[in-house]
């Protein structure tokens, strides 16, 4: 297996534009989560998902940031509008169950000018 | 839900040296524990892991302490290597949520010739 993979790796995007990152965790794991980084914050939980349903959002900062997974595949996480302070790289991770790793993303970097 | 400490910011150690690196967690009921390594530039990984029906694993230069009854646990390098240079998250779970976790705040380590 690939792995968890992301896109973009990067991407720079102007205030107010609509901005989608994608994952796609590993075959056969149920659980996935995004994350996002900044050195102020570290890692924080925004969203997790079991067997495609989401199970808590708590982290979701407002309501510009939604996200969704269609099929145990893929999963986007979208802002919109996008603001500066929403710059960070976010990691999309995946785990097969319970109190177990949690297998990280190379993540993307977001930068919003 | 669970709150995590870790401690720390950062730590600066001479090659051969160990290093140590501490987390408090808040709920008692939680139980899985994993230590993650993220280089710079790249996704965090797993590095070991701990559960609390035990209180210490080793896997050669690395070791994990747990402290169920003060709620604490601790990651120990020995011998460290400049190549053991890297942000240290420590990590615990939210007790009944499967899969959720809540990460520190990350130990920046340096190992120094």
């Known amino acids: 297996d690939a792995g968890v993979i992301q896109s973009p790796r990067h991407e720079v995007t102007e205030m107010g534009q609509e901005v989608t990152l994608r994952c796609k965790p590993i075959?056969?794991?149920?659980?996935l989560f995004w994350y996002r980084q900044t050195m102020m914050r570290g890692l924080e939980l925004l969203i997790y998902f079991n067997n495609n349903v989401p199970i808590d959002d708590s982290g979701m900062p407002e309501d510009r940031f939604s996200a969704k997974m269609p099929n145990a595949s893929f999963s986007t996480l979208k802002i919109q509008p996008s603001e500066p302070r929403d710059s960070a790289v976010y990691f999309c991770?995946?785990?097969?169950?319970?109190?177990?790793?949690?297998?990280f993303g190379q993540g993307t970097r977001l930068t919003v000018v | 839900g669970e709150n995590v400490e870790q401690h720390p910011s950062t730590l600066s150690v001479q090659e051969g040296d160990s290093a140590v690196i501490k987390c408090t967690y808040s709920?008692?009921?939680?139980?899985?524990f994993p230590w993650y390594k993220q280089e710079l530039g790249k996704r965090p990984q797993l590095i070991i892991d701990i559960r609390s029906n035990v209180g210490e694993k080793k896997d050669q230069r690395i070791a994990v302490t747990l402290n169920k009854t003060a709620k604490h646990f601790s990651l120990h390098i020995t011998e460290t290597q400049p190549e053991d240079s890297a942000v240290y998250f420590c990590?615990?779970?939210?007790?009944?949520?499967?899969?959720?976790?809540?990460f520190g705040t990350g130990t920046r380590l340096q190992v120094t010739l």
């Open positions: 990590a615990a779970n939210w007790p009944g949520t499967a899969s959720k976790l809540t």
């Open positions: 075959s056969g794991h149920n659980s």
């Open positions: 709920d008692s009921a939680s139980n899985y």
């Open positions: 991770a995946s785990n097969p169950g319970q109190n177990t790793e949690a297998f």
